[in-house]
């Protein structure tokens, strides 16, 4: 096809992200821009068709210019994110953190088929939970507003502060037990006193220079997500995996297994833990089922006195988009439609094309008909070796989170101006 970006490749000088500047081959204005946040951070976006499209759908914004990339050094001597960035895309396959539960979502696609070498089936895609249909607020504004975690944030970003012991670790029970983003995992929120961490987190907030807090000594160590604070310290506890159940039953009638979904709880006393219940996603009346309840509602609440008896305890419905993505425009409508969020359904830029995911003139495929590829090799990955967070270093944690290197290589080749094609 026709090169978005002219040949021969002229050197052009490029900010960098990390202030600097360089001179070397760049993609043209069609394939990405450069912008600048309120906070004076350099970032670029993808602006592809296919792309912007698709992450318009994603948010439910559709002023958005393109897809960010990730504006942290993750790859040594880039000038621009390798990945998708971190803090828009946490649960996405090519965002540069590994959570343990990213999915394969149409924006990876989008990419992709722009790049001019894929003819790709976005039917084999996942809708993406985190951010979704959260609106242009999620993208445009603050992650912690006055000290709490905005409405358009809930269920993604968090606010209570973990404590840490005196030997680096952390223990689960002196903490707020939060929901993942992805609603799967439970976790701590990855915020912190800076003046009463030990010695073992010295260097850990090195470079975070923003602060979304009045308490200026409040920080998170995740520079990717630009210090936005995420529940993403793994405590251990899988709600979809029933082999985590073991010992960890907290409250009477909660199910571990491929059907429950966690959901955030207190009890009367004010403990902050969630719960594993079974949840079923009600596509006819686009409402999700937990635990037998009805929420009609994001973030309804059911006292449940049967979970704690004698005490009981308050359940907080999840948002819909986070634990029953599929229900939303399937496949982001392949970037060839808007997504309806009013229906929760596509329509396409085609007239004539009804089909649910706007495929119609690139269709679907059989996935047992696709040959497999190899799984990808994880580069440096030290899996904690204990589930007991009392038991393992809290650095053993953050080793979760380890920098998705192969798929760096993945994107890195997608941008180069050698592939990306009208």
Known sequence: GEPRTPRLFQQTEVECV???????????ESTIQKGTSDKGVIFYDIVTPRVKQVIRNHYDCQTLTGARLENQPTTVGACVGSHFDERFSWSELLSPVFSGKDVLSPLTLALLEDSGFYRVFYDGSSNSPFGLGAGCDFVERDCILDDAVPTYATGTFCNSVTVVRPSGRFDANENDILCDPTHTK???????????????????????????????????????ADFCPLPSLDIGIDCTDPETASGQLYYLHEEYGPT??????????????????????????????????????????????RLVPGFGATLTCPKLSSVCPHLFCPAGCSGRGVCNYDTHECDCFDQNDTSMSCNLDIGTRDPSQIPPSPSPVLVGVNWPSSSNPADSPSSQYASSAVVKTTRSVVMLSLLSASCLSR
Do not use: W
């Open 18 to 28: 990390d202030g600097t500047t360089q001179q070397l081959p760049f993609p043209s």
């Open 186 to 224: 439970m976790a701590l929120c990855d915020l912190f006193d800076t003046t009463e961490v030990p010695k073992a987190y010295d260097g850990s907030f090195d470079g975070n220079n923003i602060r979304y807090f009045s308490d200026a000594n409040l920080a998170s160590r995740s520079p990717h």
């Open 260 to 305: 429950s979904r966690c959901i955030n709880a207190r009890t009367s006393a004010g403990r902050v833990r969630p719960a594993c219940l079974r949840t079923i996603c009600n596509d006819d009346s686009r409402t999700v089922t937990v635990a037998g309840l009805v929420c009609e509602f994001d973030g309804e609440e059911h006292d449940i006195e």
